[in-house]
């Protein structure tokens, strides 16, 4: 997790930024010394992992989209899904989403700081583009036809525009809470997956 986010909550700060959860993750793979990793992003975490692998591709082998932002060069979270600080409730600097309880037993989800959605993120490095990427969206029970159109127009813009594999998994957005075992046989699937030819990119 982030810095301020999961087991990492005592750390949140309204300083906390976009780059900062990015940091985190490259500091994990350096220190560690690892090479060939699968890079996974759910949600929000598709903009960290999106500065991940701008930073070290080369020590990138696959990464997959969990129902994850997958933003342009210079997007932020808010401009990907088209959120606007207005519509939110924000105490302290800190994003206090609808969906957060905090009367639920731990793991929960806790509020998270207004910088990481607010930074856009650089993915302009063209060997960060050219390493294999999977995209995985959740069909949600509960999505209308135009939802569900939305989301399938997404993922063929991001396969002709980049090349990605894309797949389904019919599950709520927290796949790995409420469809842990067909997420895991998707994941495994996905790490075999090549880019296709995208026109005009090297």
Do not use: C
Not at 16 to 29: F, P, R, S
Not at 128 to 143: E, G, Q, S
Not at 168 to 176: G, P, Q, R, V, Y
């Amino acid at each position: 997790m982030g810095t301020g986010l999961g087991e990492r909550v005592h750390l949140a700060s309204p300083e906390v930024n976009l780059t900062t959860h990015i940091t985190d993750i490259v500091n994990v793979i350096l220190f560690e010394d690892l090479h060939d990793v699968i890079l996974v992003g759910h949600s929000y975490g598709g903009m960290v992992i999106t500065g991940v692998m701008e930073r070290i591709p080369e020590r990138i082998r696959h990464t997959i989209y969990l129902d994850a932002a997958a933003p342009d060069d210079g997007q932020s979270a808010f401009d990907y899904w088209h959120y606007s600080l207005s519509t939110l409730k924000v105490l302290d600097g800190m994003v206090l989403f609808p969906w957060i309880d905090a009367a639920k037993p731990f793991p929960r989800d806790v509020p998270q700081p207004v910088k990481t959605l607010t930074e856009p993120v650089s993915y302009r490095n063209p060997a960060a583009k050219l390493l294999p990427v999977t995209y995985i969206w959740f069909n949600h029970p509960d999505y209308s036809v135009e939802e569900r159109t939305q989301e399938e127009k997404r993922g063929q813009h991001l396969h002709d525009a980049r090349g990605w594999t894309i797949r389904k998994l019919d599950s709520e957005h927290i796949a790995e809470r409420t469809h842990p075992s067909e997420l895991t046989t998707m994941l495994e699937a996905s790490v075999s997956d090549q880019n296709a030819p995208v026109q005009g990119q090297r």
